[in-house]
């Protein structure tokens, strides 16, 4: 199953609701919703520095992390960034492919 990269941070308001829920509260709704879409939660990380949260997903496809993430960011509580994740066979796929592309310029 594709894997994404999900950080996430939070609004004034959304901070007031981790202080409410917990940290603990808040891994588990995002566990349920990554269900929801027929995935799974794999990680789940606070942080210091630009996003509050990191966190890994396995999800069926784009659309569903798409939905992941836009169900997220609909609250006004919390703002995503998610980026597919590609393991070292699939990377080591691409790198096999040929690709006609002149660069700019050449």
Known sequence: MPKYLVEA??????????????????????????ESLGGKLEAFYYALGDHDVISIVDLPNAVSASAFALGASATGLVRTKTTALLT???????????????APGR
């Open 9 to 34: 941070s939070y609004s004034a308001d959304g901070l007031k609701g981790l202080q409410k829920d917990k940290a603990a509260g808040r891994k588990a709704a995002v566990a349920k919703a990554a």
């Open 88 to 102: 070292v066979e699939e990377t080591d796929q691409a790198l096999g492919k040929k690709i006609d592309f002149r």
